[in-house]
Structure formats: structure tokens, C-alpha cells
């Protein structure tokens, strides 16, 4: 891998005219890679029709190359470009969604190479509605595949800071746009089969997908909150954990009170036992822990405000060196599913009833 000094632009939204990002775009355009802001993560983003390029999102990331990438788009017609055989749905579902958090699974054309649908004949599509994403996407002149911009399996990039802290030294560029707006990444739907799919929660619902697609569901996976049984014998939790902390996370779950003195009892143990112990608590819960370190996502009554915080936040606890985390539930249907979805791969299906 090409060693790189990597370099920050740091863009001021109130004052933008699109000429900042003329350095980034010719990267693109040169195959290289650029870490830029959404309003759902930060994506680390190569020219998705460069099978060299998406080689190089998936060395830079430490990426399993089986792991697809998702192209960023800044027309809505670019979708018949790179996918075949695109469902009537999809257009509705551009018209309601697009440019927002939503990803589209489509057939895809030869146009796209397998390098950067990690061998699959599908394609997962995005319009982007942060205006430095879309901007930089037009000036490139290319369609931009772009996975999140943290190292696999770490949580995803909310900030340039953290781009910085997971790529520095691997690609040529960031551009940092401040904090992003929503904080999980986007909801993804499988459009390229009979069955409509759910293959990841996120900011819109499948409430509000099903006014565009009523016979959309789940995919099972999504929303187990144990692992998958035929899993069992493989490798043990490690197989499934993504944005995972270095400490060991154990997510509590049950009524507010139990969960908060079950969560004292184990710090109260580990801390005998002289570990280092972090709560994830929330700005109802922050004052009754006993813990070394006690982190707040924000106001339980407030989930937009927790979506942002959540991977700033598992992202701190490697910082404070917390051996073990002890965290609490999210239960509501709509961006509550994402933030669970995410905790529990965070902790490896490591879920306590109380
Ligand atoms: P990331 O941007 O890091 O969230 O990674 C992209 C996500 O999109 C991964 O979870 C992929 O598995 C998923 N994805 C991308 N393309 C496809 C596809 N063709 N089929 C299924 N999942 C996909
Ligand atoms: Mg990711």
C-alpha cells in the first residue's frame, strides 16, 4: 500500500462555493481515494468504476474484499446507468427519499465492476443529500463508491477526526465538513429481487418505506437480537462484531431500575477485581452509576440526539482504556431499531436479560 501525508481541507459550510473540493474531485478522477462528510457517516470514496480504486477502499479500510461498497450518485437517473432491470418501485422510492439515508439494491449492469460490489451481481445505490458529498460527487465527474470511513470494525466516522485517527497515512485526503447531521448510516433496501428487504435499519423507517413499498420486511438478521443459531459453532461472537470498542461491551436490557442496579452490581464486581469499567448511559440514567467512567448518548426521550452520538461515544472508550462497558437498551420501532441494531453487533450479540 502507497504510504500517504494526508491532508485535511476543512470546508465552511456558510461559505462554500463547490471550488474547495477541485483538489479532492481530481483524486477521484485519479483513482485515488478521498474520506469526505454525508449526513450519515463519513465515506471513504474511490471511483467505483476503477477496480483499482475499490482494491484500494477495501486495503486502506483492512476490509474483507466480500464486503460490498455502496456507489454515491448525484442524478436519480444515474441508477439505470449502473443497474439493470430497475423495478417501477424504485423511482417511487428515489421521488420520497432521495437525496436522503436511503440505499437501493438494484441489479446490477456491466458498466459496474465486481471489485466494487465485493462479487456480487447486485449493486447498492445512494443519492446523498449533504451538499459537500453531492458537490464533490458532480465535480468528479464519477460515480463514487463509498463505504464508511473508519478501519473495519471500528465504528463508523462521524467526524474528520476520526477519519484522521482510523486512515491517516493511507489515503491522500479528507475533507472535513464538521460533525455529520444523522450519525448511523442508511437504511438499506433490497430491491433487487420479488421480495422487498430491510438488509440494515437506519434514519427512515420501514414505516415510511412501506408508503412506497407496503410489502416490505425485514430481513430476519436484522432485528435478532441473538446470534443466528447456525452461527453458534463458528467462531464465537467475533465473527459478528462491527464498531466494536476494544473493551469488552455487555448491553443490559430490561425496566430502567433493574437494568440500572444490575449494571452497579457488575461494576461493583469488576472494579474488585481492579478493571477498568465504562457505563453507556443515557442523561436520564447518567447520575445513578458507581462507574470510572459514565458516557451519555443524550436524552433517551431524544433518539435523533443518541443516533449521533453513538459511535463518537464507542469510539471514547478506547481513548479512557475501559476495559469493560456496561450499556442500556433501546426498545422504540423506529430509529430505536437502528441504534439497537448497531449495539448489538457493537457487543456481539453479548445481551443480558435483567
Ligand atoms: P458501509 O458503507 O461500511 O456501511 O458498507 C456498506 C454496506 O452496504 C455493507 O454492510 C454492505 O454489506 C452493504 N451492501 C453494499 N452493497 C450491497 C449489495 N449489493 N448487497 C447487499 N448488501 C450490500
Ligand atoms: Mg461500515
Known amino acids: 500500500m502507497d504510504s500517504y501525508n494526508t491532508k485535511i481541507i476543512k470546508i465552511n459550510r456558510t461559505d462554500f462555493d463547490g471550488s474547495e473540493l477541485d483538489e479532492a474531485a481530481r483524486l477521484l478522477r485519479n483513482g485515488e481515494l478521498v474520506a469526505f462528510p454525508t449526513e450519515t457517516v463519513y465515506g471513504l470514496g474511490g471511483n467505483a468504476l476503477d477496480p483499482e480504486a475499490s482494491k484500494k477502499i477495501y486495503s486502506a479500510k483492512g476490509r474483507p474484499s466480500d464486503n460490498p461498497l455502496i456507489v454515491h450518485i448525484a442524478e436519480k437517473a444515474d441508477i439505470y446507468k449502473i443497474g439493470r432491470e430497475v423495478p417501477e418501485s424504485v ?8 437525496p436522503g439515508p436511503l440505499t437501493i439494491i ?3 449492469s456491466d458498466i459496474i465492476p465486481k471489485e ?3 462479487g456480487l451481481d447486485t449493486v447498492a445505490v445512494r443519492l446523498p443529500s449533504d451538499e459537500i458529498a453531492g458537490e ?12 464508511s470511513a473508519n478501519a473495519s470494525g471500528r465504528p463508523s466516522t462521524t467526524r474528520a477526526e476520526h477519519c484522521f485517527e482510523d486512515l491517516a497515512g493511507k489515503i491522500p485526503l479528507i475533507i472535513d465538513g464538521g460533525p455529520v447531521k444523522i450519525g448511523l448510516e442508511s437504511t438499506i433496501i433490497d430491491m433487487s429481487s420479488d421480495k422487498p428487504l430491510i438488509l440494515r435499519p437506519g434514519y427512515i423507517t420501514i414505516d415510511e418505506i412501506r408508503r412506497a413499498v407496503p410489502d416490505c420486511e425485514f430481513d430476519p438478521v436484522v432485528i435478532a437480537t441473538a446470534k ?9 461472537g467475533m465473527k459478528y462484531r462491527h464498531y466494536a470498542p476494544k473493551g469488552e461491551l455487555i448491553i443490559f436490557r430490561g425496566e430502567p431500575d433493574r437494568v440500572i442496579s444490575r449494571i452497579n452490581e457488575e461494576i461493583a464486581v469488576k472494579k474488585k477485581g481492579g478493571k477498568r469499567v465504562a457505563v453507556l448511559a443515557t442523561e436520564e440514567s447518567r447520575d445513578f452509576y458507581q462507574a470510572d467512567f459514565i458516557k451519555s448518548l443524550g436524552r433517551r426521550t431524544d433518539e435523533e440526539e443518541i443516533a449521533r452520538h453513538l459511535f463518537e461515544v464507542l469510539r471514547s472508550f478506547d481513548e479512557l482504556g475501559a476495559e469493560y462497558i456496561f450499556g442500556e437498551c433501546f426498545f422504540s420501532p423506529g430509529i430505536g431499531q437502528a441504534i439497537m441494531n448497531r449495539l448489538v453487533k457493537a457487543c456481539g450479540y453479548n445481551i443480558i436479560d435483567v
Open 116 to 118: 466494487t460490489t465485493g
Open 91 to 98: 423511482q417511487t422510492l428515489m421521488d420520497m427519499f432521495w
Open 136 to 147: 464533490l460527487i458532480r465535480r468528479s465527474g464519477v460515480y463514487v463508491a463509498a463505504p
Open 106 to 108: 438494484v441489479k446490477k
Open 228 to 236: 443466528p443459531e447456525s452461527m453458534v459453532a463458528k467462531a464465537p
